[in-house]
């Protein structure tokens, strides 16, 4: 979908994906990793900010990107008063330069987003907005959808196109929201560095 057509499901409130909070993978993962070293991390495609909010909350300096102008505006708005400091921009992940490279980049339901076509794509932005060494946390939408979005994956897949450049360090099947119960697959893995990525 282009980005008017992203902003007009925000405009006319057809946002299925919005579940007005977090992923219960990712506040499973911040609490059983009280001992990581606080960092930036960028969260592409963040919708209404509550994955941003769940990282400010556990101390991470934490930035939400997305291209739809009401995602931004509405993450604003739910940041304010909620007692976290998190930064919220209007960017293309696919297109755009990071503002700062980053430690850590989490991904949750963009990567099922984007049209697959554009799949090499992401992966080169993914190493253009994380630094050599950095950690790349994913939520991946396990379904076979080919008529999305959602677009399906399979671990098959994502193996091959991540682990060319990234170490994984684990993966496992989270716990997630009702409706995507068993659906989800976590993998958390190491960005290479530089001199040791394949071509
Ligand atoms: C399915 S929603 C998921 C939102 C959020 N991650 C969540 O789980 O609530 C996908 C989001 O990605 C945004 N998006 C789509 N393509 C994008 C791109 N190229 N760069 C940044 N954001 C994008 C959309 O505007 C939308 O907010």
């Keep these: 979908m282009s980005g008017n057509e992203w902003e007009n499901r925000y405009q006319t409130g057809d946002m299925p994906w919005e579940k007005g909070e977090p992923s219960p993978g990712l506040v499973d993962f911040l609490a059983a990793h009280p001992d990581l070293t606080r960092a930036n991390v960028a969260v592409p495609g963040c919708g209404t900010g509550h994955d941003v909010r769940a990282w400010a909350a556990a101390g991470f300096d934490a930035w939400?990107?997305?291209?739809?102008?009401?995602?931004?505006?509405?993450?604003?708005?739910?940041?304010?008063g909620a007692g976290v400091n998190a930064r919220f921009l209007q960017s293309n992940f696919l297109?755009?330069?990071?503002?700062?490279?980053?430690?850590?980049?989490?991904e949750h339901t963009l990567y099922?987003?984007?049209?697959?076509?554009?799949?090499?794509?992401?992966?080169?932005?993914?190493?253009?907005?994380?630094?050599?060494?950095?950690?790349?946390?994913?939520?991946?939408?396990?379904?076979?959808?080919?008529?999305?979005?959602?677009?399906?994956?399979?671990?098959?897949?994502?193996?091959?196109?991540?682990?060319?450049?990234?170490?994984?360090?684990?993966?496992?099947?989270?716990?997630?929201?009702?409706?995507?119960?068993?659906?989800?697959l976590m993998l958390w893995w190491r960005r290479k560095p530089a001199s040791s990525s394949s071509p």
């Design 64 to 80: 939400g990107f997305d291209l739809a102008p009401s995602a931004i505006r509405l993450s604003n708005e739910k940041t304010q």
């Design 95 to 106: 297109e755009d330069a990071p503002p700062a490279p980053f430690d850590w980049l989490f």
């Design 112 to 184: 099922c987003a984007i049209d697959p076509s554009l799949r090499e794509d992401y992966l080169q932005s993914l190493l253009r907005w994380l630094k050599p060494g950095g950690q790349f946390l994913a939520v991946n939408y396990m379904i076979h959808d080919k008529d999305g979005p959602p677009f399906g994956t399979t671990q098959q897949e994502l193996m091959e196109r991540f682990s060319p450049h990234f170490d994984l360090i684990r993966g496992w099947v989270p716990r997630s929201y009702s409706n995507r119960a068993g659906l989800e």
